[in-house]
């Protein structure tokens, strides 16, 4: 071929436009079934959670006497009514609602403390990371319901600090993951190039490792959610969470589950929201791994 | 294998140390106090009964007298329940949750490996559909959905079982307690069997087996199964340990009277002691099995040496 030619530009053009490792991990998603239902599923239920009360004729919070213990299409009431004649299907909306925020923001704080936690322990090293890792030892040891009940005890039954500490204490294997990439992300040519070019430690670790290290934190991330929601709702099963009026879907089960007897649409219908909920996050984490892992493959 | 068992108890006992100064000190900064009530003590009752329990010291000398005791294998008195140790009732309460937390752990690890090489054996099959469908499905419906549907099912509805209480560890009323306990590890641990397995049957050594011309039964249990669990074996430590301590969902729907329940009770109640006797145990029973895997992993695994 000779130098000039316009075959040669072209194959230029084509082989500048190389396919990145998200262009690649953004292809195998796509094209993983479930993983794309499972996405499709939460956009609807986020679009639920948000417009869902506009649309819904009752409010989560009215009691109406006549309705007690409606079934399902009875008075109005498609989901039916609970014990005090709320709708549930306005109820579910309201709770499932809060348990998605619960769970991104809850997700946000783990994020948050977990990479700065295992990105400092990991890049620094020596003793800073002895003593970091060894203060996530020991929180791993002591029970997740231990620092819940001291933290309600201490700052009152609000949904804010049910937010915060469930996210301070669920970022510990994030942390540990984040560490463990960081420590051979550190021995890297582009690591010691931005040292050479004399950039402070915070700036690599924030420039240069963190967005590196974006690929198993997503995969964690979108398991950290369900997760959350899980414990969320064992708490409020436990009466340790969210407290009425408000609901969330752990309340509506728990609810559910002591009313079962007369009315078990109470209980089956938050069942199975939480269930496709769940459902919908491990798919999307299963494919998120599958698309950015590909020696799983 | 001594040396390495010495080495890591030597680790274990300053983490333990940790465990105990943190869970105190919090316990403690925590507000409330074991001796308010519904009725009022008055300030001189409570000033005495502060000085019965050594609580009208300062802090960090309670905090030594503690660390003693505990070294001494004395873990103190409930603050709340009159005459009786914290060992007199982790002794009473121990058994539910050791018999509950071990069989279905034990059953859940039998069931899970069984499913995990069956799917990975028959991948991208039916069987494997079916499983690994079953599994996401264990995986999603949390303990607190499937406790009271089941509950709904056999023993409003259907009769067959009791709806809850311990009877004394009649087999009767174990069933759904276990089976709820069982049916998430039994998702999970077929999962990673699975994962496990079909990577190693993809291996250079299991291909090497094959040509030797070895019957598929034997390569699977001899050879591949031994690396395939490999993690497996890290996952169960942990998950041993949060099941050993009570399932606090199950322990209430079911109405058993199990270390789980106690604890969140004790802790809201801030029976100092009781709390720090069960964090202990806790704590404990995650280093022990921790250590228990790391064995199980070296003996599976040769590459990995235990020094």
Known sequence: ?????????????????????????????????????????????????????????????????????????????????????????????????????????????????????????????????????????????????????LLMVTFGRNIFLIFLAIGAVEWLTMSRIVRGQTLSLKQKEFVEAARAAGLSSSQIILKHIVPNLLGPVVVYVTLTIPAIIIAESFLSFLGLGVQPPMASLGTLISAGAQDMEIAPWLLIFPSLTMIITLMAFNFIGDGLRDALDPKDR | MLRFLFRRLLVAIPTLFLVITVAFFMMRAAPGSPFVNERQLSPQIEAVVMAKFGMDKPLHEQYVDYLSGVVKGDFGPSL?????????????????????????????????????????LRQNRIADYFTMGVAILGVCIPTFVTAPLLVMVFA?????????????????????????????????????????????????YIRTARSKGLPESLIVRKHALRAAILPLVSYLGPAAAGLLTGSLVVEKIFNLPGLGKFFVISALQRDYTVVMGMVIVYALLILVLNLIADMIYAALDPRVRLS
């Open chain 1, 1 to 149: 071929m000779i130098p000039g030619s316009p075959q040669r530009a072209e194959l230029l053009q084509k082989a500048v436009k190389g396919r990145s490792l998200w262009d690649d991990a953004r292809r195998r998603l796509l094209s993983n079934k479930a993983a794309v239902a499972g996405m499709i599923v939460l956009a609807l239920m986020v679009l639920v959670a948000v417009i869902g009360p506009f649309l819904v004729p009752f409010h989560y919070d009215t009691v109406t006497k006549p309705d007690v213990w409606a079934a399902p299409g009875v008075g109005g009431h498609l989901m039916g009514a609970d014990s005090l004649g709320r709708d549930l299907l306005a109820r579910l909306i309201a709770g499932l609602g809060v348990s998605l925020a619960i769970g991104l923001v809850a997700t946000s704080v783990s994020l948050v403390i977990g990479v700065l936690w295992g990105a400092i322990a990991g890049y620094v090293g020596g003793r800073v990371d002895e003593v970091m890792m060894r203060i996530v030892d020991t929180l791993y040891s002591l029970p997740f319901i231990f620092f819940v009940i």
């Open chain 2, 80 to 120: 709340k329940y009159r005459d009786k140790s914290v060992l007199d009732i982790l002794n009473e309460n121990y058994k539910v949750s050791l018999i509950l937390g071990g069989v279905s752990i034990l059953l859940a690890a039998m069931i899970g490996m069984s499913l995990g090489v069956i799917a990975a």
């Open chain 2, 156 to 204: 409003s509805k259907l009769g067959w079982l009791p709806t809850a209480g311990w009877n004394g560890g009649a087999l009767a009323n174990l069933i759904l307690p276990i089976t709820v306990l069982a049916l998430p590890q039994i998702a999970i641990i077929s999962r990673l069997t699975r994962a496990g397995m079909i990577e190693v049957l993809r291996s250079n």
